[in-house]
């Protein structure tokens, strides 16, 4: 350890964020890294645990604590310390493929597990990460290297989100020859059109998949494989197919006046606007605008405070997110002790901005919708909301949310936009190679293996576990690389 009291004599320090004012007028990223000399002082806030549950990655209380990917988290905390990046980069490549993409959407699941935030404020581990891999690359550390061997085994890779790019990234390290097919115009997933620029500019992107391209992997996009291309012409052509096309079917809100125009999945709305922004630089007509209408968000995840602070930008004349569940404490209960992940209220970067250009949180809970009503055109005018109250299910002992009677009032609403989640993986691939799935339509791995129950095919990520974090993906690439790995030449070294 450089400073064994760090976390005694310093304060957490994160990169400051620009004003609302200034940062809806744009797309950009906004906030301001921290200088080097003061990302080292955080570094040394690191106590160097005897057990260091930021690396941990247990289920805890039912939910994640710790880093699923096994970082070396205190390891390259004293490195940076030190000042010493490239080895700290080097202890960070070992375990993470894209840190240049959990750096800036993961929800720091080591942060919230780590011991100096059991009693105070954890660790920047998040931002010691993102220091870090920017280092690497302004220094030319994180530059093409290709293998030396190649071991003439070709694999298929189905999707290019987080798992399939792991996937493929271990799997060409090793020497195999690795094909990533992706649907859309651009490698990424919802990577690429799922996060808004703001959150993870497509430039970062486009740079790891260009130091990818250099060592090997190519990548073929708007192929979309059982439509375009057959299970059969792909198992002929490579010894080995993963499917990783993520849970991409959306929950859909089942009411009446569904129909009525003006109603998106969160999804789509969200890659309208990033498309826009890539190819039209948000010219007027080009994506869904929710500019001076009145908009309602279904869905408190991170996937409706994205919805939310778009819309902010787009110059929404108002916005209502809707939570179906009671508001969490501000602060941890006694039931939900650390190192488990914290139940507690969060406000983000999207509600934070609705907050100030609104004068208000734009979040109701416990609160669904009715009814949608349209007008003579079939376009949507208002939703009718109602208050849930929570009740116990007396066949099966659960609490769920009711409808509470009478409670029923109109907003208007010229745009919703559903982030209710995901369901699972979307049929044509699963039907087009016949893999088995189960009732959430995900799909199954034989006795808790990444291997499905077609031979020589394999599946990884949200297609296989369900709607789940980058840095989940990220770990269901590398272990189902090292599964595939192992079947082609009898050992792996991954």
């Not at 209380?61 to 070396?72: A, D, E, R, T, V």
């Not at 997110?321 to 006694?334: S, Y």
């Not at 009740?391 to 936009?417: I, N, Q």
Request: hydrophobic share 35%.
């Amino acid at each position: 350890m450089g400073t064994p009291d760090g976390f005694l004599k310093y304060t957490r320090q994160e990169a400051a964020a620009a004003s609302v004012s200034e940062r809806i007028q744009h797309y950009h990223e906004f906030h301001t890294p921290l200088t080097e000399k003061q990302q080292k002082r955080q570094g040394e806030r690191c106590m160097n645990c005897g057990v260091p549950f930021c690396q941990s990655g247990k289920m805890i209380g039912g939910m994640i604590s710790g880093c699923p990917l096994n970082n070396l988290i205190p390891e390259w905390n004293h490195l940076v310390s030190i000042g010493a990046w490239k080895q700290a980069y080097d202890r960070l490549r070992l375990t993470n493929n894209f840190p240049e993409f959990t750096s800036r959407v993961c929800p720091a699941l080591c942060e919230k597990a780590c011991t100096c935030g059991a009693e105070g404020e954890s660790v920047t581990v998040k931002g010691n990460e993102y220091s870090i891999i920017e280092y690497a690359y302004r220094e030319g550390l994180a530059h093409a290297q290709p293998p030396k061997i190649r071991t003439g085994k070709k694999i298929a890779v189905i999707g290019s989100g987080p798992s399939g790019l792991a996937a493929a990234d271990q799997l060409n390290r090793r020497g195999h020859s690795v094909t990533v097919f992706e649907r859309a115009d651009r490698v990424g997933g919802l990577l690429m059109y799922g996060i808004p620029n703001m959150k993870l500019e497509k430039h970062i992107i486009e740079r790891k998949i260009d130091v990818m391209k250099a060592e090997g992997v190519t990548f073929r996009t708007n192929t979309h494989v059982g439509v375009d291309m057959t299970a059969e012409e792909l198992l002929q052509q490579f010894d080995r197919v993963i499917l990783a096309c993520g849970a991409s079917q959306p929950r859909d809100i089942r009411v009446s006046g569904r129909e009525a125009g003006g109603i998106y999945f969160a999804v789509d709305f969200l890659t309208s606007t990033t498309k826009a922004l890539l190819d039209h630089n948000m010219a007027e007509g080009t994506y869904i605008s929710a500019k001076d209408k009145n908009v309602i968000v279904i869905g408190g995840g991170d996937t409706g405070n994205d919805c939310v602070g778009t819309c902010v930008r787009h110059g929404a004349k108002s916005i209502l997110q809707l939570e179906m569940m009671p508001k969490l404490p501000d602060t941890r209960a006694e039931n939900n002790p650390w190192p488990e992940w914290p139940r507690v209220n969060k406000t983000d970067y999207g509600q934070e901005e609705a907050a100030a250009v609104y004068g208000h949180d734009p979040r109701v809970y416990q609160t669904t919708v009715k009814e949608f009503l349209s007008d003579e055109n079939g376009q949507l005018k208002a939703a009718v909301l109602v208050k849930l109250a929570p009740e116990k299910d007396a066949a099966t002992g659960r609490m769920t949310m009711k409808p509470v009677e009478g409670s029923e009032y109109t907003v208007e609403a010229e745009l919703v936009l559903i982030a209710a989640g995901f369901l699972g993986s979307e049929s044509a691939v699963t039907q087009a190679f016949g893999v088995q799935t189960d009732a959430r339509t995900n799909v199954t791995g034989l006795n808790g293996s990444h291997r499905t129950s077609v031979e020589r095919v394999y599946t990884a990520g949200d297609m296989h576990i369900g709607q789940s974090l980058v840095v989940r993906a990220i770990r269901e690439g590398r272990d189902c690389a090292k599964e595939v790995d192992t079947d082609l030449m009898g050992y792996t070294n991954l």
